[in-house]
């Protein structure tokens, strides 16, 4: 969703007086690069429409009266929700700050549809609403993160890696049962949202970010906007190929795809084969992952080469992309396995090898671990952004 020139001066001077405030409209125009007329202009509209509050502060000397301005807290409500491999739905409610005020979980039965899953959602959030006990129409939207490929244009679910095949108007479903629209997007562009909005790179314009979890998703922030492609899909960086026409085959109906190596799936599907063990449930898969690398840890089983292997695609695939994109910074959320050192230096002599040279050691990589609350208030960042943008 590209923003016009209009939307995105509004975002970026919510987003500056997100972080700053209190702030005063002079103060504004350093903080954006704005012209004063345009700051005037914006903030105006934001006041009348109650987003932005006005606040007077008294001076000592002659003049006007300072006037400094604030994001409204109250007015208008955002939630979050969105569904964890472990079979849970975590739903989060915020103010137009962004600040919680409420957080709810639910357990999802298991489901072996698209369409299964949209009435648990409206179950799961009709409680949680009730509980909250806040009006349907101060609820602005309802930001629907989704494990899988969706449009973000459309609110259609195409795809979910546990579940029958789509297409299914998802966010249409819940959206007309609960009374309140929704906005809807896959899980990444979310986990990317929070990063954005209150993540360590907070306010960084410029990243990638790759998620290792079941499966494998990125997200790309370019000047300050997520991108998504022209048909409203996220980046599939989990299926660019890293052994092609020859390697092990992906969900996907590929060969050699990134997930097929490195993804928690794939590892728990070559060491569940060389130990001789069954595959574990999908919603027990990062229980019994965490499990593994214990034993791993202990010395009791040996899927090293697995694992360096895994490393050594992630470094390879992370190289194609810098060598494609020369982002300003690479953010890889992971689980514990990325945090291991001599992992971690496979990974990196295969990014220093794979990268074309005059962009060598210039991307900032980031690991962290996985936080399964960046989710829900990565959904609730998305609407933030959609009353932000709009006049
Ligand atoms: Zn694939």
């Given at each position: 969703m590209r923003l016009t020139d209009q939307e995105f001066n509004r975002v970026l001077v919510l987003k500056k007086l997100r972080a700053s405030e209190p702030v005063a409209r002079t103060d504004l125009v350093g903080l954006t690069g704005l012209t004063g007329g345009t700051i005037t202009a914006i903030t105006a509209d934001l006041v009348r429409r109650g987003i932005v509050i006005e606040e007077k502060v008294a001076t000592s000397g002659p003049g006007r009266p300072r006037v400094n301005l604030r994001i409204n807290p109250q007015g208008r409500y955002v939630v979050g929700t969105t569904p964890t491999n472990e079979g849970e739905l975590l739903t989060e409610i915020v103010n137009l700050r962004g600040e919680s005020l409420g957080f709810a979980k639910a357990a999802l039965t298991r489901d072996t549809t698209i369409e299964g899953l949209a009435r648990q959602f409206i179950t799961a959030l009709e409680q949680a609403l009730a509980e909250w006990d806040v009006p349907r129409e101060e609820i602005y939207r309802i930001g629907i993160g989704i494990p899988g490929i969706v449009n973000n244009r459309t609110g259609i679910v195409e795809h979910i890696i546990s579940l029958d095949s789509g297409p299914v108007d998802f966010g249409g479903i819940v959206g007309e049962a609960l009374g309140v629209a929704t906005l809807i997007d896959n899980s990444t562009n979310l986990l990317a949202r929070a990063e954005h909005w209150y993540g360590a790179a907070a306010h960084a314009d410029d990243f990638t970010l790759i998620n290792i979890d079941l499966g494998i998703g990125a997200a790309l922030y370019r000047g300050g906007q997520l991108v998504t492609g022209v048909h409203g899909m996220a980046a599939?960086?989990?299926?660019?190929?890293?052994?092609?026409?020859?390697g092990r085959a992906c969900y996907c109906g590929g060969i050699g795809c990134l997930q097929a190596y490195c993804s928690v799936q794939s590892i728990m599907e070559q060491s569940c084969a060389q130990l001789g063990r069954p595959l574990p449930d999908f919603d027990r898969m990062n229980a019994a992952f965490d499990g593994l690398m214990a034993e791993q840890a202990a010395g009791r089983i040996d899927i090293g080469p697995i694992l360096e292997q895994a490393s050594h695609y992630l470094g390879v695939s992370v190289a194609n992309h810098i060598t494609m994109q020369d982002p300003e910074a690479v953010v890889i959320l992971g689980p514990k396995f990325t945090m291991i050192e001599e992992l971690r230096s496979i990974f990196f002599d295969a990014l220093e090898r794979n990268t074309f040279p005059a962009l060598r050691r210039r991307t900032r990589l980031h690991f962290k671990l996985g936080d399964k609350g960046a989710y829900a208030r990565g959904a609730a960042a998305m609407v933030l952004e959609q009353i932000y943008r709009c006049s």
């Open positions: 599939e960086f989990g299926h660019t190929k890293v052994v092609p026409d020859t």
